[in-house]
T-cell receptor
């Protein structure tokens, strides 16, 4: 089974600074998808960014970007110009591209604190 | 609001009672997923529907759990004879797959179950 590891239970960043959250995964598949989801306190999980494994170009969404290293099975999230609203739990997730394999595998999350 | 909705948001029950949760997906989404999230962990997959058909069930879904999606619209998740170990956040997600490439799951706010 695929496993997703987030080795940083907690991270903090000063407002307006940049922070990088780490994620590694284990798979024998060559085609898959990777996601970062954000879960603010007592609020629902929101998709931050998505990466398709067959694409070499790193995904970006405004202040959020990823560093996807397929050979190293690494998928880190960079948040630039951090804002107070970025404070949340961040989950890395993996999904196979195989037909019939539809569920997400999540890491244990990283709690991000933004310091004013 | 066009997002995924779940009802109730909170449920407290006594051990041995039955509970039922409801999920209303985004209206055009043909896929619906249930996940369970315990404190300090990422969500874990329970089951998946494509339209009204339940196509995947996790080993986590014991025989006390049953899910339905009549007419391919809303879904219900029932837990019979609840146990304290069932205490968790139950998350629903939906997605729309229109082609060979993967889809993105959008999550509801969750139902927090506490079993006393």
């Amino acid at each position: 089974a695929q496993t997703v590891t987030q080795s940083q239970p907690e991270m903090s960043v000063q407002e307006a600074e940049t922070v990088t959250l780490s994620c590694t995964y284990d798979t024998s598949e060559s085609d898959y998808y990777l996601f970062w989801y954000k879960q603010p306190p007592s609020r629902q999980m929101i998709l931050v960014i998505r990466q398709e494994a067959y694409k070499q170009q790193n995904a970006t969404e405004n202040r959020f970007s990823v560093n996807f290293q397929k050979a190293a099975k690494s998928f880190s999230l960079k948040i630039s110009d951090s804002q107070l609203g970025d404070a949340a739990m961040y989950f890395c997730a993996y999904r196979s591209a195989q037909t019939g394999a539809n569920n997400l595998f999540f890491g244990t999350g990283t709690r991000l604190t933004v310091i004013p | 609001d066009t997002g995924v909705s779940q009802d109730p948001r909170h449920k407290i029950t006594k051990r041995g009672q039955n509970v039922t949760f409801r999920c209303d997906p985004i209206s055009e989404h043909n896929r619906l997923y249930w996940y369970r999230q315990t404190l300090g962990q990422g969500p874990e997959f329970l089951t998946y529907f494509q339209n009204e058909a339940q196509l995947e069930k996790s080993r986590l879904l014991s025989d006390r759990f049953s899910a339905e999606r009549p007419k391919g619209s809303f879904s219900t998740l029932e837990i019979q004879r609840t146990e304290q170990g069932d205490s968790a956040m139950y998350l629903c997600a939906s997605s729309f797959r229109s082609g060979p490439r993967g889809d993105t799951q959008y999550f509801g706010p969750g139902t927090r179950l506490t079993v006393l």
